[in-house]
């Protein structure tokens, strides 16, 4: 490792998100990307192998869990709120420009998946970023919910009721599992998602393979894709070819609408870019982009 990573925390909403701070071996402070995971993930499957590239190119990272996920307080656990983890985007923001180890005028945000639509959101809102990577993102809740088996479906939305109902009277959450097996519940159950998923998940990963299920009826009104016409920093846009939870064809007739975009398109399924020959080309391309639009000084 070309630096040292740091063990921190910030608060979010009066609570503790976990996160690792990776601080390269350079004379003053470097740009820092902060990065948080996708769909009930934590940062424990494969963002350290992104941030510890980063890094060896120069520059700092911040790395969290979302709250109720991971290492990071919150009750009950595997709560997926989109506006919570959107406030635990912005406490991680102001956290990274007040670190006086990094270079606070210089943020990237960097999101995967569930989080890559974070990233719109926040280059749509942030006015101080100075660019955002999003790969594989999730960009419209609709396009993903029709791509599910409609046995999947059906199963699914008995949990997101109960979940629901139950939340409003105080009772333990409903879990559904974030990825399952074809034809069984579950919010990502394409014949690639389960294997894919778990297979992102280390031996010392406080991981669990479930969420509160009212997040379900959520996520189909869930668009952050709309937003890329108002993202003025500049954009990365990974875009995953054969992805079957955030299908290309919507992902890319959302994000050509930003003013600042670069678009790659790799021939891959949605986890293949976290491994192997997939994530040396992503990541090398996410580098190069840094390098153009936040070069080291």
Not at 130 to 151: K, R, V, Y
Not at 278 to 285: G, K, M
Request: charged share 15%; hydrophobic share 45%; aromatic share 10%.
């Amino acid at each position: 490792m070309n630096g040292v990573r740091l063990d921190v925390s910030f608060l979010s909403q009066g609570e503790t998100c976990a996160a690792w701070l990776y601080l390269p071996d350079s004379a003053k402070p470097a740009p820092v990307i902060v990065m948080a995971h996708g769909l009930g993930a934590v940062r424990a499957m494969r963002l350290d192998a992104f941030a510890e590239r980063y890094q060896a190119a120069g520059y700092a990272c911040l790395v969290f869990d979302y709250r109720h996920f991971g290492d990071s307080a919150g009750e009950p656990r595997q709560l997926l709120d989109i506006r919570k983890q959107q406030q635990d985007w912005e406490a991680a923001l102001d956290f990274a420009r007040h670190c006086p180890e990094v270079d606070g005028e210089r943020v990237v945000a960097w999101g995967s998946s569930f989080s890559g639509g974070h990233a719109l959101y926040l280059g749509a809102t942030q006015t101080k970023l100075a660019a955002i990577m999003a790969q594989c993102p999730f960009t419209d809740g609709l396009a993903s919910g029709l791509a599910m088996n409609p046995i999947t479906t059906a199963q699914v939305l008995p949990r997101a009721l109960a979940d629901t109902v139950g939340s409003w009277l105080g009772w333990r959450p409903v879990m559904v599992p974030s990825a399952g097996r074809p034809f069984h519940v579950g919010l990502m159950t394409a014949p690639d998602c389960h294997d894919g998923y778990l297979a992102l998940v280390s031996s010392h990963s406080t991981f669990r393979n479930e969420v509160a299920a009212r997040f379900a009826l959520k996520i189909l009104l869930h668009r952050p894709g709309t937003l890329a016409s108002a993202v003025s920093c500049p954009a990365f846009f990974a875009v995953c070819a054969r992805d079957t939870v955030a299908p290309s064809a919507a992902t890319l007739r959302h994000v050509r609408k930003a003013p600042k975009g670069q678009i790659k398109v790799y021939d891959a399924g949605h986890f293949d870019i976290y491994v192997g020959l997939h994530f040396e080309r992503v990541v090398s391309d996410q580098i190069a982009f840094l390098h153009q639009t936040v070069p080291l000084v």
